[in-house]
């Protein structure tokens, strides 16, 4: 600053000196005095050029302003405008005509005199400007600034040796020696040494030779200044747990994978509810990723994080830690819903495990599939759209049901080879091939069957006196449905029709029996040659004889179980064996008697 203080003192100096180009830009440059004094003293002294377009560019780069290109161009008009102006020549009074001389000889011609050669003028001696005086602090450096001229004319490319430099205790080792620039200035950096003092520096050229007046420069060399200590810091505030919270953006739900579109803030405040600025936070995430993943709080006291979304659908926590909260900080928790991508593939399952291939089936049995849709990441997405069709009629669809998350397609096996069932959901559709092989024989799940069985263990008939025993014999036709194939287990409905022998003690009488029936077998042994069955049945009869004057008459229900065996014959015929115990009732009465058909009889398969 003294350096520059000094310049600006040595220009003042000069009086009414027009400045030259060099000396504005170094005004200008070094900001010790203002573009307002600057445009004052240039319109005072005005300048030594008429600034071209390449002057104007290098003075702005200085920071010359409007008020400084006033001044000069102001400064120039009025120079010129003070100018004489060339007055008018006055006219040389008319001579008298000479008289009429007769015509002279030619002269002889004359041999013009021999040129002298031209002397070059002397160019001006080198000179140049600097400060009076510089001043630096102990134990730093400094920067001594000189311009060389020839004349007026600003001189560049000249070496200048800065003699005394290396005088100057803890300076340098050695004078510099610094080359000038276009503008002819050449700026030494030297050091200001470590003993305070004044000392003498001179500028020369390398060869030792003094350039004027103007190269003597005083370099003082100042104690260093006493640090300072720092004022004591305010007391800190401490951020609240309370009143420290996610503002915004904890309520954003996106896709898996997405970046989510609003930014997460977090406030630290204090326990007043102020902002606090320039706290740490630091941010970790499950089931996404943050950026930055640490922070400082703002002048707002917040804290902004993108936050891409995790690929597994579900919930998405992003904790913040807050530091100097007390024990070493606290944190702050988001929870995010992060929902299924778009479906990109249908699964179909059946029995839990996923179908790979075809469909398999070997009995009568419907298949149960269920269909689910997936996302890229495997997340279970929304099933939108749900369809299914059977290509053939081996495979028949007996449901086709669509909820949120699955569809379930119930296929009934119908005829054995292969079939084709298409599903669609949510803009993609898979093909199942089903493989369907029936049993061998068995067209279909419907049989028929004949039976006949012998009634000779009876109970007697409770309501008739006097009766001693009940025998006899009945056979019934059916039909049979199997209901599951895979458990054995079937329906079966028919009739009977038999004669039994009523043994009192003095006479005989002959009934007919007529019974309906409805029986459900359970055959667990699926396959087997011999199997063994459990049966359960309801039905009605009917009781009614007119023999020897005695008249027997009963409409009313039963119930019967028994035990058997079937023995596969062939694969459509069955060879059925039972024992059963028939409970007779009456309606009021109850129960009235108790048969026991012991029977058997052949199933045909349909």
């Known amino acids: 600053m003294t350096l520059l203080v ?36 240039v319109r005072r002294n005005c300048v030594t050029f008429r600034p071209t377009e390449h002057d104007r560019a290098d003075l702005r780069v200085a920071g010359a302003d409007a008020a400084v290109f006033g001044a000069i161009d102001a400064c120039l008009q009025k120079r010129a405008a003070a100018r004489p102006a060339p007055g008018p020549v006055a006219a040389a009074p008319p001579s008298p005509a000479p008289a009429a ?70 300076g340098l080792t050695r004078d510099p020696v610094v080359v000038t620039d276009l503008q002819g200035v ?94 740490a936070v630091a941010l970790t995430a499950t089931n996404a990723s943050v950026t930055p993943g640490a922070a400082q709080s703002d002048s707002t006291g917040q804290v902004r994080v993108r936050v891409t979304l995790g690929e597994r659908a579900g919930a998405a926590v992003i904790t913040a830690k807050v530091g100097g909260g007390g024990g070493g900080g606290f944190t702050r928790t988001a929870t995010l819903r992060v929902d299924p991508g778009p479906a990109l593939q249908l699964l179909v399952e059946r029995n839990g495990a996923l179908v790979v291939g075809s469909v398999t089936v070997r009995s009568r049995d419907t298949v149960v599939l269920r269909v689910v849709a997936r996302d890229a990441y495997g997340n279970h997405t929304g099933l939108e759209d749900f369809t299914a069709v059977s290509t053939n009629r081996r495979v028949g ?110 006479t005989t009488a002959s009934v007919t029996l007529l019974e309906g029936f409805g029986r459900v077998e359970l055959a667990p042994l699926v396959g087997s040659a011999v199997t063994p069955v459990l049966s359960l049945g309801v039905g009605a009869y009917r009781l009614k004889s007119s023999d020897n004057g005695q008249t027997l008459y009963h409409t009313n229900a039963f119930w019967s179980g028994g035990v058997g ?22 309606s009021n009465v109850g129960h009235v008697a108790t048969f026991w058909p012991i029977g058997a009889g052949l199933r045909v398969g349909l």
């Open 397 to 506: 669809l007996q449901a086709v049901v669509a909820g949120d998350s699955q569809g379930v397609v119930t296929l009934e096996p119908r005829r054995s080879g292969f079939g084709e069932v298409q599903i669609a959901g949510s803009g993609l559709k898979v093909r199942v091939p089903v493989d369907i092989e029936l049993p061998t024989g068995a067209t279909g799940p419907w049989a028929i069957g004949a039976r006949g069985a012998s009634l000779a263990a009876n109970h007697p008939w409770v309501g008739l006196a006097g009766v001693t025993s009940i025998s006899g014999g009945d056979g019934g036709v059916y039909v049979r449905r199997s209901v599951a194939d895979a458990a054995g287990l079937s329906v079966a409905l028919g009739g009977t029709g038999g004669s039994l022998n009523v043994e009192r003690a003095t």
């Open 6 to 41: 000094a310049g600006v003192v040595l220009l003042l100096a000069q009086g009414t000196q027009p400045l030259r180009k060099a000396e504005l830009i170094r005004l200008l440059g070094t900001g010790a005095m203002s573009k307002t004094a600057i445009a004052a003293l």
């Open 186 to 279: 050449a700026t030494f950096r030297i050091l200001s040494g470590i003993m305070p003092g004044t000392y003498r520096l001179t500028v020369a050229t390398p060869a030792g030779a003094p350039l004027g007046p103007g190269s003597e420069i005083a370099f003082v060399t100042a104690p260093a200044r006493q640090a300072q200590a720092p004022p004591p810091p305010p007391p800190s505030r401490v951020p609240s747990v309370e009143q420290t919270q996610f503002i915004r953006g904890a309520d954003q739900r996106g896709a898996a994978s997405t970046a989510l579109p609003q930014p997460l803030v977090l406030e630290v405040r204090d326990s007043q509810g102020g902002p606090l600025a320039g706290r």
């Open 101 to 170: 001389r007769p015509p002279a000889a030619p002269a002889p011609a004359r041999r013009p005199p021999p040129r002298r050669p031209s002397i070059p003028p002397t160019p001006p001696p080198l000179r140049v400007m600097a400060s009076q005086q510089v001043t630096a602090v102990a134990g730093s450096d400094a920067a001594v600034v000189v311009q060389a001229f020839r004349g007026a004319v600003p001189e560049p490319g000249v070496p200048l040796l800065l003699r005394g430099a290396s005088a100057i205790p803890g």
């Open 565 to 586: 065996a079937d023995i596969t014959l062939s694969p459509r015929v069955t060879l059925e064996m039972r024992i059963e115990r028939e409970w007779m009732r009456d």
